[in-house]
Structures are given as structure tokens and as C-alpha cells.
């Protein structure tokens, strides 16, 4: 019965692989959201979808795409990856509303080599 | 913008200590006030949140007083325990489509 659940838990790679990550919520949420966390557990938005649509791109480099394919999904796909893409990618969902709470995977650690 | 300022950690008490972990913001008008929980392994999990100056929010034995005159969202907690050692995030809403920014961070270590 896990709320927001992403796959995979564990991503090693090598540079210059294509890579994806998978999203779902349970909660019945129609805003879904990336987050990359770098080593110093800095936390940084990514992308936004509110029901399919995207509604947040942040300064991300266009290796990375994001997509939707139900409100209930939000899956990332980074091409070329690069060392720096080393970190942690959480995906979350929230009800509409800016005092709404996010609620988070657990989030899929990505390691370059 | 909008943004907050958390104080830097690693933060390690004894358990039953006292705790506090400062943040201040930088906003237009009164946005609501968050604070976020990650236990080692996890995602984040919202802990308590303020909407309005001079709410206390308040959950498992935490809490924080929203201040407008000090522009401050202080988490506190009287006692902590072990498991409690975590990182804490203290956010707030900028810009549009449910964004929300969060601080730094605030590793904080529990010891027997």
C-alpha cells in the first residue's frame, strides 16, 4: 500500500548511458513532482506536472525528460548521462493547493561511473 | 523571491536534551511555513506546518511558532530521542504551480 513508490531503488551506469526512472502514486493526487538531492542533501525542484500537463521546468539540462503518462504516473528518462547527474532523485505528489504537503518515494540513487 | 535559511549542522545532542533548529525566511506577503523530516533511507515527510502569523504548528512532541516579526519558523523540541536523529528541512511555497523551496538541511545526531 506504499503511497508514492519509484523504481529503481539502485541505479549504477556508466557515462553516456540512457537511463529511466519510474514513478507512481496511490494517493489520488493530480501534481507529481521530480527532486534531485546532491551529497549535501540540498534539495532542488525539477520538474512539475499537474494532470499530465507540465507546469514546472526548472534550469534542468534538456538530457532530462520527464513524462506523464496518467496523473497517477511521472517517470524521468536522462540521455547522455554525466558524473555530475550522481545523486538522488526523489519523486513526490500533492493534492492542488500551496499548503497542499508533498509526499515523497523513497527516493532511487543514481551513481555514475 | 522567496526563500529560507536553516542553520547548518551536523547538530548531536544527547537524548532527553533540548532542541532547536533555527530558520528564517525572506518572503512577499505571509506564504505558509513548512518543516520536512528524512529519516536515513528515505524520502522527506512533512513534519508540522504554519499558515498563518503567529500559528504554532505542532507534531510527536515538535514544534514551531510561525514569528513575522522576527521572520522566523524555529523548530523546537523539548526532549528529543534517538530516533529522531534525521535531516530537517524547513520549506516555503515560491512562484507558482505548488513549488516549494526548501533550505539547506539540518543533520541532526541523537546519542544514548
Known amino acids: 500500500d506504499t503511497a508514492v513508490s519509484q523504481t529503481p531503488k539502485y541505479l549504477v551506469t556508466q557515462m553516456g548511458n540512457d537511463k529511466s526512472i519510474k514513478c507512481e502514486q496511490n494517493?489520488?493526487?493530480?501534481?507529481m513532482y521530480w527532486y534531485k538531492q546532491d551529497s549535501k542533501k540540498f534539495l532542488k525542484i525539477m520538474f512539475s506536472?499537474?494532470?499530465?500537463?507540465?507546469?514546472i521546468n526548472e534550469t534542468v539540462p534538456n538530457r532530462f525528460s520527464p513524462k506523464s503518462p496518467d496523473k497517477a504516473h511521472l517517470n524521468l528518462h536522462i540521455n547522455s548521462l554525466e558524473l555530475g547527474d550522481s545523486a538522488v532523485y526523489f519523486c513526490?505528489?500533492?493534492?492542488?493547493?500551496?499548503?497542499?504537503?508533498?509526499?515523497f518515494g523513497n527516493g532511487t540513487r543514481l551513481t555514475v561511473t | 523571491g522567496n526563500s529560507v535559511t536553516q542553520m547548518e549542522g551536523p547538530v548531536t545532542l544527547s537524548e532527553e536534551a533540548f532542541l532547536t533548529i533555527n530558520c528564517t525566511y525572506t518572503?512577499?506577503?505571509?506564504?505558509?511555513l513548512f518543516w520536512y523530516v528524512q529519516y536515513p533511507g528515505e524520502g522527506l515527510q512533512l513534519l508540522l506546518k504554519?499558515?498563518?502569523?503567529?500559528d504554532k504548528g505542532s507534531n510527536k512532541g515538535f514544534e514551531a511558532t510561525y514569528r513575522k516579526e522576527t521572520t522566523s519558523f524555529h523548530l523546537e523540541k523539548g526532549s528529543v530521542q534517538v530516533s529522531d536523529s534525521a535531516v530537517y528541512f524547513c520549506?516555503?511555497?515560491?512562484?507558482?504551480?505548488?513549488?516549494?523551496?526548501f533550505g539547506t538541511g539540518t543533520q541532526l545526531k541523537v546519542e544514548l
Open positions: 504554519a499558515t498563518k502569523a503567529d
Open positions: 513526490a505528489s500533492s493534492q492542488v493547493g500551496r499548503d497542499s504537503p508533498l509526499h
Open positions: 520549506a516555503l511555497p515560491t512562484g507558482g504551480g505548488n513549488k516549494l523551496t
Open positions: 494517493l489520488g493526487h493530480d501534481t
Open positions: 518572503a512577499t506577503g505571509y506564504p505558509s
Open positions: 506536472y499537474n494532470n499530465k500537463e507540465l507546469i
